[in-house]
């Protein structure tokens, strides 16, 4: 089995700042792709930002320039710096890590952590 936990949501002002943590665990195997996505009340799951493990990085426009993902392979965990949050950012953030097992790719998704940005 694999777990998949998230840390470090809560509460913030507006221009604030937080740091998501995501640490898989359990029969890891080659990750492939991590990544964030959010999904606020009454919408849909969107992309936050994703990572291959060679390091490229892909984000969501209305983040760009504000928020930062990063890994450590060797400690199977994914980061996401969101700095100068608004209101319009909040959401439940989940990790998402995309796995090669005996050649099938299998998606693996977090609980997720609040997020939430206060006026």
């Known amino acids: 089995q694999v777990q998949v936990v998230e840390s470090g949501g809560g509460l913030v002002q507006a221009g604030g700042s937080l740091r998501l943590s995501c640490a898989a665990s359990g029969r890891i195997f080659r990750i492939n792709t991590m990544g964030w996505y959010h999904q606020a009340p009454g919408k849909q799951r969107e992309l936050v930002a994703t990572?291959?493990?060679?390091?490229?990085?892909n984000y969501a426009d209305s983040v760009k320039g504000r928020f930062t993902i990063s890994r450590d392979n060797a400690k199977n965990t994914v980061y996401l710096q969101m700095n100068s949050l608004n209101p319009d950012d909040t959401a439940v953030y989940y990790c998402?890590?995309?796995?090669?097992?005996?050649?099938?790719?299998?998606?693996?998704w977090g609980q997720g952590t609040q997020v939430t940005v206060s006026s």
């Open positions: 998402t890590l995309q796995m090669r097992v005996l050649g099938v790719l299998y998606d693996y």
């Open positions: 990572i291959t493990n060679g390091g490229s990085t």
